[in-house]
Antibody
Framework: QMQLVESGGGVVQPGRSLRLSCAAS????????IHWVRQAPGKGLEWLAV????????YYADSVKGRFSLSRDTSKNTVDLHMNSLRAEDTAIYYC?????????????????WGQGTTVMVS | DIVMAQSPDSLAVSLGERATINCKSS????????????LAWFQHKPGQPPKLLIY???TRESGVPDRFSGSGSGTDFTLTISSLQAEDVAVYYC?????????FGQGTKLEIK
């Protein structure tokens, strides 16, 4: 069964940093682009960023550009979301999701497999 | 950025009746070179991750019941649940993946009347 699992969430003070990781089972993570999406309390879904399968192309929402960055850790077989200069408004559940088109240099954007989410509270 | 606007914000439908949710994009999400609409629908229940229901505007994801259907093209799209079941209570989102940033609609909360 294809699964994604996020880790690294927690409580962090404003201005500090946090790294979230996304690991896969049941499919090859390095064959797919990976998106990050969040949901703040009482709010809707917000797309944040995507990294291509080869780690080449990366795209970010304006709300996190310059503060968040994506990387692939081939040794751990994860996709990591590095979050810096955290603000109260970054408090949310963070999901990673698989781009449904494999081995494409520019991720298509459809998201078919999602993790359960990890909670980040900035306070 | 492409803005996605859903209507209504909330909807109450009787069991067995039809539910219809609309989504309008601020610009076309149809790519002419492949004639595909870069539009997806998700179902989101509390405590669970979002679930992909429909992609390419009208293609049902594997395992999704056939009472769910998507239609539309260009800028106007519809998600229809033909016969509402109790387990369909959720928030539904449309999402465009025509370009980045991928954007979601604000969500439509579906309840039982």
């Amino acid at each position: 069964q294809m699964q994604l699992v996020e880790s690294g969430g927690g409580v962090v003070q404003p201005g500090r940093s946090l790294r979230l990781s996304c690991a896969a089972s049941g499919f090859t993570l390095s064959h797919h682009g990976i998106h990050w999406v969040r949901q703040a309390p009482g709010k809707g879904l917000e797309w944040l960023a995507v990294i291509a399968y080869d780690g080449g192309k990366k795209y970010y929402a304006d709300s996190v550009k310059g503060r968040f960055s994506l990387s692939r850790d081939t040794s751990k077989n994860t996709v990591d979301l590095h979050m810096n200069s955290l603000r109260a408004e970054d408090t949310a559940i963070y999901y990673c999701a698989r781009d449904f088109t494999p081995l494409i240099l520019t991720p298509v954007g459809g998201m078919d497999v999602w993790g359960q989410g990890t909670t980040v509270m900035v306070s | 950025d492409i803005v996605m606007a859903q209507s209504p914000d909330s909807l109450a439908v009787s069991l067995g009746e039809r539910a219809t949710i609309n989504c309008k994009s601020s610009q076309s999400v149809l790519y002419n070179y492949n004639n595909k609409n870069y539009l997806a629908w998700f179902q989101h229940k509390p405590g669970q991750p979002p679930k992909l229901l429909i992609y390419w505007a009208s293609t049902r994801e594997s395992g999704v019941p056939d009472r769910f259907s998507g239609s539309g093209s260009g800028t106007d799209f519809t998600l229809t649940i033909s016969s509402l079941q109790a387990e369909d209570v959720a928030v539904y989102y449309c999402q465009q993946y025509y370009n980045t940033p991928n954007t979601f609609g604000q969500g439509t909360k579906l309840e039982i009347k």
